[in-house]
Nanobody, 127 residues
Framework: QVHLVESGGGLVQAGGSQRLSCAAS?????????MGWFRQTPGNKRDFVAV????????STADSVRGRFTIFRDNVKNTVYLQMDSLKPEDTAVYYC???????????????????WGQGTQVTVSS
């Protein structure tokens, strides 16, 4: 069982930066999980944003955020981060972190491959 808690959301102006954190806890080993970030706006499905492999050696980001968002993790602190730069109003959403158990150091962008989810944190980018 993995418990995930996101933090760092809030209101930011367009062009600004924000860093989200997701702390993991529970009777498991954080480094056995690839960690992903997804986002959702009202009335829409949850969309993939970024993912990082167990070791942090492999990452993948959605086309819409590539070059602006960076995912990284600290396996000592059991925390994954999403650094968001050059924010745009269309980045406004509830951001969720998720954990996907992986047998190897690979990533997955498929929502249904994720085993645990956080409660989400709202990010609002004003124009």
């Amino acid at each position: 069982q993995v418990h995930l808690v996101e933090s760092g959301g809030g209101l930011v102006q367009a062009g600004g930066s924000q860093r989200l954190s997701c702390a993991a806890s529970g009777r498991t080993t954080f480094s056995r999980y690839a960690m992903g970030w997804f986002r959702q706006t009202p009335g829409n499905k949850r969309d993939f944003v970024a993912v990082i492999s167990r070791s942090g050696g492999t990452t993948s980001t959605a086309d819409s955020v590539r070059g602006r968002f960076t995912i990284f993790r600290d396996n000592v602190k059991n925390t994954v981060y999403l650094q968001m730069d050059s924010l745009k109003p269309e980045d406004t959403a509830v951001y969720y972190c998720a954990a996907a158990f992986r047998l190897s150091d690979t990533v997955t962008v498929s929502e249904d491959r994720y085993d645990y989810w956080g409660q989400g944190t709202q990010v609002t980018v004003s124009s």
